[in-house]
């Protein structure tokens, strides 16, 4: 039976799970004491860090930063052995029922046929799209240096408001590096 639990600080076996699942798919990413200690910086968000079980085995997480203007899905992973089994939509779907119609948006890289991980950018943009997830066609950062593609989920938010709330999540990023926790 799939669950759904909120990620504590104090729940060590779950960090270090979330932790090593991150190993295995972000490999250059922040640890969860950098996330738990990340969501005591936004002011005016709230933080869903989510850990996602099946018949109480650990399966995946997400993370996923709230602010006015909508959501922005920060890390989303499964478990390689349980991908493509409907977890990740599960998750997904879980994070529409708390979001109600409230917009998520998230950035993924976009895919480049020249590039070594190629098929992994393509399984993760159909993936989103799959799911409702639609490509914005916002170059982000810039058209200059374009890292990420846009997509979003939900309604009611314009460009201005995107891209407010995708120049708050850098700023927190940025905040990991001025405090030397990335």
């Known amino acids: 039976m799939i669950k759904f639990r909120k990620v504590t600080e104090s729940d060590e076996q779950l960090n270090s799970q979330i932790e090593a699942l991150n190993r295995k798919v972000f ?5 969860t004491a950098n996330l738990h200690f990340l969501a005591g910086l936004y002011k ?3 933080v869903d860090f989510i850990a996602m079980e099946d018949d109480d085995v650990f399966v995946g997480y997400t993370y996923v930063i709230n602010f006015f203007q909508g959501s922005f899905i920060y890390y989303l992973a499964i478990e ?6 409907g977890y990740g939509t599960a998750l997904l779907k879980h994070l529409r029922e708390i979001q109600g119609n409230r917009p998520i948006a998230l950035t993924i890289f ?6 070594d991980d190629y098929e992994e950018c393509l ?3 159909w993936f989103y799209v799959k799911n409702g997830y639609v490509d914005q066609k916002i170059p982000y950062p810039t058209e200059e240096f374009h890292q990420y593609d846009v997509y979003m989920s939900g309604f009611g938010i314009g460009y201005i ?5 995708l120049y708050k999540v850098d700023m927190f990023i940025n905040s990991l590096i001025k405090y030397g926790r990335f």
């Open 123 to 125: 399984r993760r943009k």
């Open 44 to 46: 005016g968000a709230t």
């Open 110 to 115: 976009p895919p480049e046929p020249d590039d």
């Open 80 to 85: 390689p052995e349980y991908q493509s089994k």
């Open 161 to 165: 408001e995107l891209m407010a709330m």
């Open 27 to 31: 490999p250059s990413t922040e640890t």
